[in-house]
């Protein structure tokens, strides 16, 4: 039967985010974990439909709004992505909450400022606006932290590969700059989301990341690779590999709240610093350690991202499998 969605497209630094706003499924739980499990049982079919081709792309990244459970918070969102539905996304995250504000879909109970249920647990929103325009989105994420360290992986070509895991809402496999690998600027695209999911592949047969506090969350879904800065202003620079075929075009926000624990992990960042950091397009995110934290009984850091998103479009979308065979996606 043929299934209709308004859904407000945007992009955050580059990359798309597509807010459903009219359509997304009633769901059951009594938080967006149980209703991220619940969207995975019997709706996964709404996020093929909406997020691959001929509908989407392989880039493609949205968000679906819910009541909060918690009476004080003001709203509760599940992302939808080509790699599934992330616990924790960044870029998702600024560009929801710009939809969102610009288009009058929420309205918070302190002006200014968010407080947003995501299934990885509650982050905080500061926004800016002038007039209807919002200029910029903060948020200060769940807590992030270095699961692993000096990890031997094996990539195709490259050889022998020394890589960190880190939490920032998903987890991460950083490759940092080494004899093996000489940054993301002397590669293709291409060739870092081909080594990237073979990689990724061999990290997860090799080696076992589960969150402490939320089984759901578990498996190193991201490849971070590094390279060298396009301003010189700017700290670091990444390309976050996902899903099959991604790379972001923003600096991905759990992304830099992964690499940012890392870097604290190791001394080379403290509370307060600013961390500004690339994506492969030169986009930046300003990331800041706002608290020191443990995650079970480890170091951990509450990060701050701020970004901006552009909107650009309304789109009402049908998905109808009773007389299009692709109403449901596919990937080449
Ligand atoms: O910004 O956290 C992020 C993100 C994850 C995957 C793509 N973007």
């Known amino acids: 039967m043929k299934k209709t969605f308004f859904c407000i497209d945007a992009h955050t630094c580059g990359n798309p985010v597509r807010l459903v706003a009219g359509g997304g499924p009633v769901l059951e739980g009594k938080n967006m974990s ?7 049982k019997e709706y996964d079919w709404i996020r093929k439909g909406l997020m691959f081709e001929p509908r989407g792309h392989d880039m493609m990244s949205g968000s679906i709004l819910y009541p909060a459970h918690d009476p004080q918070n003001d709203i509760a969102v599940l992302f939808i992505e080509t790699s599934g539905c992330l616990p924790m996304c960044g870029h998702g995250t600024i560009g929801t909450i710009t939809i969102a504000i610009e288009e009058g879909l929420i309205a918070p109970k302190v002006p200014g400022s ?42 195709p070509d490259l050889g022998e590969l020394t890589i960190d895991v880190s939490y920032g809402g998903n987890f ?18 291409d060739q ?22 939320n089984p759901t969350i578990n498996g190193c879904s991201h490849i971070l690779w590094t390279g060298s800065v396009i301003d010189k202003n700017a700290t670091a620079r990444n390309a976050v590999f996902y899903g099959d075929k991604a790379i972001d075009r923003s600096p991905c926000g759990t992304g830099t709240s992964a690499r940012m624990a890392q870097w604290y992990a190791k001394g080379k960042l403290k509370k307060g610093d600013a961390f500004i950091h690339e ?36 789109n009402t979308i049908s998905i109808d499998p009773d007389d299009d065979p692709y109403a449901y996606g596919f990937q080449v």
């Open 192 to 213: 870092l989301i081909a080594w990237a999911r073979e990689l990724r592949k061999r990290i997860n047969a090799q080696y076992q990341f589960v969150h402490p506090e």
């Open 34 to 40: 149980e209703k991220r499990q619940h969207f995975l």
């Open 114 to 155: 968010v407080r947003l249920e995501t299934p990885a647990g509650l982050v905080m929103i500061s926004y800016k606006q002038e007039g209807k325009k919002v200029k910029s989105v903060e948020l200060v994420n769940v807590p992030a932290y270095l699961a692993a360290e000096g990890l031997q992986v094996t990539c």
């Open 172 to 189: 991460y496999a950083i490759v940092d700059v080494q004899a093996n690998f000489k940054g993301l600027e002397h590669y293709g695209a």
């Open 279 to 314: 994506s492969i397009i030169g986009s930046q995110f300003v990331g800041r350690i706002e608290e020191e934290t443990t995650v079970a009984g480890k170091p951990a850091i509450r990060p701050s991202i701020e970004g901006w998103a552009k909107v650009y479009g309304y």
